[in-house]
């Protein structure tokens, strides 16, 4: 098989939770120009898809992804960066809850993209590691941001000056995963979680997702979507009765910084 068809992202939806793998098992799962170039396509139309209420994304087998593909770095003027950060930027930007579920390597754009996850799940054994230094790169200054948002800058500082690669336990304890997991406990935990995920009130995730990152000019859109969606009234009237709610708000793509 030509190994230019083994490197692609794939995905599945099932049961509201899309499911997105990366997958280049020749060169653990490292993400070539073209599967960066594919990844927000595929983001979109996710987005668009009114059935898919979370995202997971995850790798191959025993690993989550190492990095950007290092032979796109050898040619002059080489746009790997440039389409990593596009790639990052669509994730982060995604509508509805994301969750990263790691194995193995998560280094370098690997690390960009859980870090541009929502949530990080991570299997005991996982490693972390965002590694520019190692190859005398800038690291983009939007996935810097994101990174010292995520863990603090004396965390991100030691990533990013080292180069060295981190365990669960300090990537738990910096904040750079939520959760870890016993070997062989990621994949259930996960499912669980995201069906959880996708059992709640899109209304409030949609906002809670613009609030936390940091959109200050939307209070007033979601008041009013809050008054119209009518699941405020059916949550209160699931609690009372003891039922399972039937929120009925769908988040569409999301909107534009200063929309």
Same mark, same amino acid.
């Given at each position: 098989?030509? *190994?230019?068809?083994? #490197?692609?992202?794939?995905?599945? @939806?099932?049961?509201?939770?899309?499911?997105? @793998?990366?997958?280049?098992?020749?060169?653990?799962?490292?993400?070539?120009? !073209?599967?960066?170039?594919? &990844?927000?396509?595929?983001? /979109?139309?996710?987005?668009?898809?009114?059935?898919?209420?979370?995202? @997971?994304?995850?790798?191959?087998? !025993?690993?989550?992804?190492?990095?950007?593909?290092?032979?796109?770095?050898?040619?002059?003027?080489?746009?790997?960066?440039?389409?990593?950060?596009?790639?990052?930027?669509?994730?982060?930007?995604?509508?509805?809850?994301?969750?990263?579920?790691?194995?193995?390597?998560?280094?370098?754009?690997?690390?960009?993209?859980?870090?541009?996850? !929502?949530?990080?799940?991570? /299997?005991?054994? %996982?490693?972390?590691?965002?590694?520019? #230094?190692? &190859?005398?790169?800038?690291?983009?200054?939007?996935?810097?941001?994101?990174?010292?948002?995520?863990?603090? *800058?004396?965390?991100?500082?030691?990533?990013?000056?080292?180069?060295?690669?981190?365990?669960?336990?300090?990537?738990?304890?910096?904040?750079?995963?939520?959760?870890?997991?016993?070997?062989?406990?990621?994949?259930?935990? @996960?499912?669980?979680?995201?069906?959880?995920?996708?059992?709640?009130?899109?209304? =409030?995730?949609?906002?809670?997702?613009?609030?936390?990152?940091?959109?200050?000019?939307? !209070?007033?859109?979601?008041?009013?979507?809050?008054?119209?969606?009518?699941?405020?009234?059916?949550?209160? %009237?699931?609690?009372?009765?003891?039922?399972?709610?039937?929120?009925?708000?769908? =988040?569409?793509?999301?909107? *534009?910084?200063?929309?």
């Amino acid at each position: 098989m030509d *190994p230019r068809e083994q #490197a692609r992202v794939e995905h599945t @939806v099932t049961d509201g939770v899309a499911t997105v @793998v990366i997958s280049n098992s020749a060169k653990r799962n490292a993400m070539s120009a !073209d599967m960066w170039r594919s &990844l927000p396509v595929l983001l /979109e139309r996710l987005a668009a898809d009114p059935a898919v209420r979370v995202l @997971v994304l995850t790798g191959a087998g !025993d690993t989550f992804c190492a990095g950007a593909d290092i032979t796109s770095l050898r040619e002059p003027g080489s746009r790997a960066q440039e389409l990593a950060v596009r790639a990052e930027e669509a994730l982060a930007a995604f509508p509805r809850p994301t969750l990263a579920a790691v194995r193995g390597f998560c280094v370098g754009g690997g690390s960009q993209l859980a870090a541009a996850c !929502d949530l990080r799940f991570a /299997e005991e054994g %996982a490693s972390f590691g965002v590694t520019p #230094a190692k &190859l005398g790169i800038v690291y983009p200054a939007s996935s810097t941001r994101r990174l010292v948002a995520l863990i603090g *800058p004396a965390a991100a500082k030691f990533l990013l000056f080292s180069g060295e690669l981190i365990g669960t336990e300090r990537a738990l304890r910096t904040g750079l995963v939520d959760e870890v997991l016993p070997a062989g406990g990621l994949e259930a935990r @996960v499912k669980a979680f995201a069906q959880v995920l996708a059992s709640r009130s899109q209304l =409030t995730q949609a906002a809670a997702k613009e609030f936390a990152d940091g959109r200050e000019d939307r !209070d007033a859109h979601w008041s009013e979507q809050a008054r119209g969606s009518g699941d405020t009234a059916e949550g209160v %009237a699931a609690f009372m009765e003891r039922r399972t709610p039937r929120f009925t708000w769908v =988040t569409g793509p999301a909107a *534009p910084t200063g929309g």
